[in-house]
């Protein structure tokens, strides 16, 4: 249910654990959010289609369903921003859950605090995105409309998720310069990311495939070695 009389973004918490739950909403409120809670992947399905929340912290296990077909779910009409919690802490755990759509992933037990701050961060870096409107972008044969999220291959739309097309973006927005690893996994995942980036080469082989490549030579997407990726210069793409 919603908290009354807070005028702060409304954050949809998603936890079985009253444990947890009641006393992160109370952190919520006092740190200027606005907290709805629920228990089941129902309950998340239904407020987050019917509350309009800023963003959705939503844990993997629920007592009727898997967080992860939550999300999916989700993510199929919305890109509401996502933080996931689990109980694992594994690497594929959390490559799982980026890939599927999360822009955070915090494992339990975890600092209130620390959470909040995840927040903020995904709350600032999503809000730029939707309040900055962007003009197209076109490089050789590939445009890109990043208001629209539309990406076109001579004219083909190109079925990409959510990760593809932002990591595309941002390459091209830098097209003929190398853009870094680490500044990748800011601006497309985390600006909190810490470890392994082994999620950002998964997608990038995922969107080499999608724009065509065949793995034996890279036409779009350049490999800096150490580095980061370079999206081709205009003169140097495909005609």
């Given at each position: ?101 999360a822009d955070d992933y915090v494992v339990k037990p975890f600092s209130a605090r620390e959470v909040i701050s995840r927040i903020r961060a995904v709350l600032r870096r999503t809000g730029a995105r939707e309040t900055t409107p962007e003009a197209p972008i076109k490089v050789g044969d590939i445009e890109l409309d990043p208001a629209a999220r539309i ?89």
């Open positions: 249910m919603a908290t009354s009389g807070s005028t702060g973004r409304r954050i949809l918490v998603v936890e079985d654990e009253e444990s947890i739950s009641t006393p992160f909403a109370e952190a919520l409120r006092r740190a200027g959010f606005e907290p709805l809670v629920t228990g089941t992947a129902a309950g998340a399905l239904e407020l987050a289609a019917d509350a309009e929340p800023d963003l959705i912290v939503l844990d993997l296990a629920l007592p009727d369903g898997d967080g992860r077909d939550v999300c999916r779910e989700i993510r199929r009409d919305s890109d509401v921003p996502i933080v996931m919690l689990t109980a694992r802490g594994t690497e594929m755990d959390r490559v799982v859950g980026l890939e599927i759509g990406a076109r291959r001579d004219g083909v739309e190109l079925d990409l998720s959510r990760k593809e097309f932002d990591l595309l973006a941002e390459l091209m927005r830098h097209a003929g310069h190398v853009v870094r690893r680490e500044d990748l996994m800011a601006k497309v995942w985390d600006v909190n990311w810490f470890g392994s980036t082994k999620t950002l080469d998964v997608h990038v082989g995922w969107l080499r495939r999608k724009l065509g490549e065949d793995g034996s030579e890279s036409a779009y997407i350049e490999t800096v070695r150490g580095v980061g990726f370079r999206f081709a210069a205009p003169e140097r793409t495909p005609k």
